[in-house]
């Protein structure tokens, strides 16, 4: 939490960051313009509940955005292959495993991770989706029907 608050102090950004329960955030419904969730939503108790609890707090046209690892948990899923962004991943773990991370224990941390993705690198995929909350339907003029069958 200190380092993402730093980060965004750095880039000049007001911003508020929280640490919660997937499934009761705690936040005001509709309050959450967007939503990230990173490599956590398949370890959620009640994955049921996490994904109700990220749309009741994303207001109208709120962006979710969700990673995890193939997408066994989810049902309806079309997912399309990104050789670039799988590049991409690969470059940053090789990178990782290659710093002298000194004495600071974050780096030693991301130093340990880039080393273990990359003995399972080819045995998982990370998949990322995005949701946008829906808009509220417009509102109907005065004397408008809905028609229902």
Avoid: K
Wanted: proline share 7%.
């Amino acid at each position: 939490m200190r380092q993402a608050r730093e980060q965004a102090q750095r880039l000049g950004r007001t911003v508020e960051f929280r640490i919660g329960d997937l499934g009761a955030t705690g936040l005001d419904p509709g309050s959450a313009a967007a939503a990230l969730c990173v490599d956590a939503i398949q370890f959620a108790p009640q994955q049921d509940a996490a994904y109700r609890e990220l749309r009741r707090v994303l207001a109208p046209g709120g962006r979710a955005v969700l990673t995890c690892w193939e997408p066994a948990s989810f049902s309806h899923v079309e997912v399309q292959e990104r050789p670039g962004w799988r590049a991409a991943e690969r470059a940053m773990w090789e990178e990782a495993a290659a710093l002298s991370p000194g004495d600071d224990p974050a780096l030693q941390s991301f130093h340990d991770e880039g080393a273990r993705s990359l003995d399972t690198f080819t045995l998982l995929r990370r998949v990322m989706g995005t949701a946008t909350a829906p808009s509220p339907a417009p509102a109907r003029t005065n004397g408008e029907r809905r028609l229902c069958r």
